[in-house]
Antibody, heavy 120, light 111 residues
Framework: QVQLVESGGGLVQPGGSLRLSCAASGFTFSDYYMSWIRQAPGKGLEWLAYISGSGRTIYYADSVKGRFTISRDNPENSLYLQMSSLRADDAAVYYC?????????????WGQGTLVTISS | QSVLTQPPSVSGAPGQRVTISCTGGSSDIGAGYDVHWYQQLPGTAPKLLIYDNNSRPSGVPDRFSGSKSGTSASLAITGLQAEDEADYYCQSYDSRLPGSVFGGGTKVTVL
C-alpha cells in the first residue's frame, strides 16, 4: 500500500541543523510532487516546501526560505528536508506528504510525522 | 496567522448537522483553486477527507460533504457521531507564494 515514513527528528540546539528523511513505498515516487508540512505543538498545519518529481521545481514558504532545503533521491524513493539555523519556533511535528495530482492539489497520504524539539 | 480563516470550534449533538466554513481571498480560493479538507484525530497525522471541493476518497462516509462558492468553502457533517470528534483543516493553493495554504483548523466537539 502507499506509505510514507519519516525519520530524523530529535532534540537540537538553537542555531543547529538537522536532516529529516521520508521513505516512500507503494507508488512510483518519481511521478509525484512531494511536500513537507509541519505542526507546532497545539497549533495548525503549515506547508513548508514542495519539490517536483524530477527535482527541478522547488518552492518554499517564506518562514523557511534560505534556512531549509528540500531534496529527493528518486532511485532511493526518499525525500529529505535539510534544516539549518534552527529557532525555537521551528519546534514541531514534521510531516511529508504526496501532492495529488500536482503541486496545487491535495495531500495524500501523509507520513506519521517526526518530532523536532529545539532546546539548549 | 493562517491564510484561510476557519472558526476555532463548532459543536453538535449526536445525529445533528454541523458546518465548518473556510474563507480565503482573491489569490487562493477566489482565484479558482480547489479546496481540500483533512480530519486529524488526536495524536495522529491528518487524513484526507474531501478533495477538489466536494469529492470523497474511497472509505470516507457520505456523511461528509464539501462545497465551494466564490472565496469560501464549507465542510458539512450530517448525522454527527462521537467518532467525528477531531480537528478539521481546509487547504487550498495561493498563487502569490506560490504554495499551499491551510486554515487554522476547527475543533469539532460532539456534545
Amino acid at each position: 500500500q502507499v506509505q510514507l515514513v519519516e525519520s530524523g527528528g530529535g532534540l537540537v540546539q538553537p542555531g543547529g541543523s538537522l536532516r529529516l528523511s521520508c521513505a516512500a513505498s507503494g507508488f512510483t515516487f518519481s511521478d509525484y510532487y512531494m511536500s513537507w508540512i509541519r505542526q507546532a505543538p497545539g497549533k495548525g498545519l503549515e506547508w513548508l516546501a514542495y519539490i517536483s518529481g524530477s527535482g527541478r521545481t522547488i518552492y518554499y514558504a517564506d518562514s523557511v526560505k534560505g534556512r531549509f532545503t528540500i531534496s529527493r533521491d528518486n532511485p532511493e524513493n526518499s525525500l529529505y528536508l535539510q534544516m539549518s539555523s534552527l529557532r525555537a519556533d521551528d519546534a514541531a511535528v514534521y510531516y511529508c506528504a504526496r501532492n495529488l495530482p500536482t503541486a496545487w492539489g491535495w495531500f495524500d497520504p501523509w507520513g506519521q510525522g517526526t518530532l523536532v524539539t529545539i532546546s539548549s | 496567522q493562517s491564510v484561510l480563516t476557519q472558526p476555532p470550534s463548532v459543536s453538535g449533538a449526536p445525529g445533528q448537522r454541523v458546518t465548518i466554513s473556510c474563507t480565503g481571498g482573491s489569490s487562493d480560493i477566489g482565484a479558482g483553486y480547489d479546496v481540500h479538507w483533512y480530519q486529524q484525530l488526536p495524536g495522529t497525522a491528518p487524513k484526507l477527507l474531501i478533495y477538489d471541493n466536494n469529492s470523497r476518497p474511497s472509505g470516507v462516509p457520505d456523511r461528509f460533504s464539501g462545497s465551494k462558492s466564490g472565496t469560501s468553502a464549507s465542510l458539512a457533517i450530517t448525522g454527527l457521531q462521537a467518532e467525528d470528534e477531531a480537528d478539521y483543516y481546509c487547504q487550498s493553493y495561493d498563487s502569490r507564494l506560490p504554495g499551499s495554504v491551510f486554515g487554522g483548523g476547527t475543533k469539532v466537539t460532539v456534545l
